[in-house]
């Protein structure tokens, strides 16, 4: 039991981790000096429009390491890997900026970004609008929000935000409860997570049993836990409009053959391997 307890609060130590760091950032960097980096920034790239274009958008993902996996890739460098994704046809990156859990920074994000040309969303556990301001000064053009950590009130807060900024901001849900919210709130990309993040077990089900509950003109993003060709095949069927994909890149080598792999590019003739 006490294994099990601890498991489902590695969310709630993040956020109480995230929470204590800000509250330093804060004192060390005012909201208003990032304002004043925003009037300074270039403006945010279209992810929306990436989301939607025809065909498999996979948004792929930079990311280090994890709590459950530990250290993902050894040989992390943000650049080459942002232009390796970018050139094989990801239609977006995300790039995780959380420091204690996934050794990510900001200047993770920052790298990608100049390495690329694709629109760069940030990827943490963003709970306060002086993070939004952040997350643009540091030219993000999208960031996450985690329906799990956030209370209605601060939802709509950071959305609203975010639209101020010209940035959509991807709303990430895990049940049919959290998917009601987001909704409720006015998301309008909605990312349907498949790991809980309470235990970190992958359910790629979840996609599909939350798909229905999505509004027709909601985008629609499957999160975790797909490895196939195929698996993204019979999510776009069932509605969805773009993949956020991760562990699936950052195991190989080389992200780009895999990437190239899970949007259908035949390998030496024979077809999809990514499974």
């Known amino acids: 039991m006490e294994t099990v307890s601890r498991e489902q609060n590695i969310l709630g130590r993040i956020v109480e981790k995230r929470r204590e760091s800000i509250s330093h950032r804060k004192r060390v960097l005012p909201e208003v000096a990032l304002k004043y980096a925003v009037e300074k920034a270039e403006p945010p790239r279209d992810f929306s429009g990436a989301l939607t274009r ?30 390796a994704v970018a050139r094989a046809g990801a239609a977006a990156l995300s790039v995780l900026t959380e420091e204690d859990f996934f050794l990510g920074s900001l200047a993770d994000l920052k790298s990608a970004r100049k390495a690329a040309q694709i629109p760069v969303l940030r990827k ?39 639209r101020s900024l010209k940035m959509e901001p991807l709303v990430e849900v895990h049940s049919r409860a959290e998917l009601d919210r987001a909704i409720s709130a006015g998301a309008r990309i909605v990312g349907v997570n498949n790991r809980d993040l309470r235990d970190f077990t992958v359910r790629v089900e979840t996609s599909l049993e939350l798909i229905g509950s999505i509004p027709n003109d909601c985008i629609a ?13 019979r999510l776009s069927r069932a509605g969805f409009d773009a993949f956020l994909i991760g562990e699936r890149l950052m195991d190989a080598a080389d992200p780009s053959e895999p990437l190239q792999a899970l949007l259908g590019a035949p390998k030496n003739g024979a077809g999809d391997t990514a499974g």
């Open 54 to 83: 025809p065909g498999i958008n996979i948004i792929g993902e930079l990311k280090k390491a994890s709590p459950s996996r530990g250290l993902i890739r050894e040989n992390y460098a943000p650049a080459e890997l942002a232009s």
């Open 124 to 162: 943490d556990f963003i709970v306060d609008p002086w993070q939004v301001w952040e997350s643009r000064a540091a030219g993000a053009d999208a960031f996450l929000l985690i329906v799990a950590v956030l209370d209605d009130e601060a939802l709509r807060e950071l959305l609203d935000l975010g």
């Open 221 to 233: 993003v499957s999160e975790s836990g797909l490895r196939s060709h195929d698996d993204l095949a």
